[in-house]
């Protein structure tokens, strides 16, 4: 019986941004480490810059369709201009189960041709896939006038184990 494969050490950058601008371009310097089959999880307090951190995301990997919160619908996927993988922008904010609830959305069907942003995903699509990059925006609660946001970047599994996320901190 073979052995099972012996599990990645996480790695992790850590940054601070100080504007809704430096969110977006944080997003867009991330597209460039992104490819087919990437599921990104974004977990943070509402209005921490998940929503912003994508619309980077999306204009890095070059999407048809502007980025906004998919509340409402669930899931959107935003197909490529060019010969990239298309963007599918889940927002789990209001399933309330794990991936039995998320079955319905299709991601693993999706998953290995796209990059699959899951904002509010953690807990609930883990199961998808052991390769993952776990995104975590802290800000200060209730202090809306303040835009300084602290952003944790884990990348999972063997897929992230030799990525040097430190490029993010440009």
Same mark, same amino acid.
């Not at 904010?93 to 796209?114: A, F, T």
């Not at 990059?133 to 063997?158: F, M, N, P, S, Y």
């Given at each position: 019986?073979? @052995?099972? @494969? @012996?599990?990645?050490?996480?790695?992790?950058?850590?940054? $601070?941004v100080? *504007?809704?601008?430096?969110?977006?371009?944080?997003?867009?310097?991330?597209?460039k480490?992104?490819?087919a089959?990437?599921?990104?999880?974004l977990?943070?307090?509402?209005? *921490?810059?998940?929503?912003?951190?994508?619309?980077?995301?999306?204009e890095?990997?070059?999407?048809?369709?502007?980025?906004? +919160?998919? $509340?409402?619908?669930? *899931?959107?996927?935003?197909? +490529?201009?060019?010969d990239?993988?298309?963007?599918v922008?889940?927002?789990?904010?209001?399933?309330g189960?794990?991936?039995?609830?998320?079955?319905?959305? #299709?991601?693993?069907?999706?998953?290995?041709? +796209?990059?699959?942003?899951?904002?509010?995903?953690?807990?609930?699509?883990?199961?998808?896939?052991? #390769?993952?990059?776990?995104?975590v925006?802290?800000?200060a609660?209730? #202090? $809306?006038? #303040?835009?300084?946001?602290?952003?944790?970047? $884990?990348?999972?599994?063997?897929?992230? *184990?030799?990525?040097?996320?430190?490029?993010? +901190?440009v």
């Amino acid at each position: 019986m073979e @052995a099972p @494969a @012996a599990p990645h050490n996480p790695v992790e950058t850590r940054l $601070t941004v100080t *504007a809704p601008e430096q969110m977006q371009d944080l997003g867009r310097r991330l597209a460039k480490l992104l490819r087919a089959g990437d599921l990104v999880l974004l977990d943070g307090e509402l209005g *921490a810059g998940k929503t912003t951190l994508t619309r980077g995301l999306g204009e890095g990997l070059g999407v048809r369709g502007a980025v906004t +919160s998919p $509340t409402f619908v669930i *899931a959107r996927v935003h197909p +490529s201009l060019g010969d990239g993988p298309p963007l599918v922008h889940v927002d789990a904010y209001r399933l309330g189960g794990g991936l039995d609830e998320m079955e319905d959305l #299709d991601l693993d069907v999706s998953l290995p041709e +796209s990059v699959v942003v899951v904002e509010w995903g953690e807990g609930k699509v883990e199961e998808l896939t052991e #390769d993952r990059l776990h995104v975590v925006i802290h800000r200060a609660v209730g #202090d $809306t006038t #303040d835009e300084v946001r602290h952003v944790a970047v $884990t990348g999972l599994g063997e897929r992230w *184990a030799a990525v040097d996320l430190t490029v993010l +901190s440009v």
